[in-house]
Nanobody, 121 residues
Framework: EVQLVESGGGLVQTGGSLRLACKTSGFTFHEYAIGWFRQAPGLEREAVAC??????YYYDLVDGRFTISSDNDRNTVYLQMNSLKPEDTAVYYC????????????????WGRGTPVTVSS
């Protein structure tokens, strides 16, 4: 029933941009904190950004380069990524948590399957 489907990943050169989308269904969109994690090969999964209750939150790795937004009519969350660097190369996962409180505790209820992003130098 619950689905989080990512799209928009791909190959891009250093300094380029990508816009990821997470289309959700099967749960009450506006009641959840929804955002993005990423995981590079051999490295630990790390949180990127999230949005909840109309607010947005960014983790340090974003360094001012990414913007998260949502379209409530489409139950979709976006991640606009600019000024991409090779170290941004990873599989990006959409995730949903019952609240921002739970998100901060890394208590994630739903995961997408991921979309790969590769940034070449």
């Amino acid at each position: 029933e619950v689905q989080l489907v990512e799209s928009g990943g791909g190959l891009v050169q250093t300094g380029g941009s990508l816009r990821l989308a997470c289309k959700t269904s099967g749960f009450t969109f506006h009641e959840y904190a929804i955002g993005w994690f990423r995981q590079a090969p051999g490295l630990e999964r790390e949180a990127v950004a999230c949005t909840a209750d109309g607010a947005t939150y960014y983790y340090d790795l974003v360094d001012g380069r990414f913007t998260i937004s949502s379209d409530n009519d489409r139950n979709t969350v976006y991640l606009q990524m600019n000024s991409l660097k090779p170290e941004d190369t990873a599989v990006y996962y959409c995730a949903a948590s019952r609240s921002w409180y739970h998100w901060r505790r890394n208590e994630i209820d739903y995961w997408g399957r991921g979309t790969p992003v590769t940034v070449s130098s």
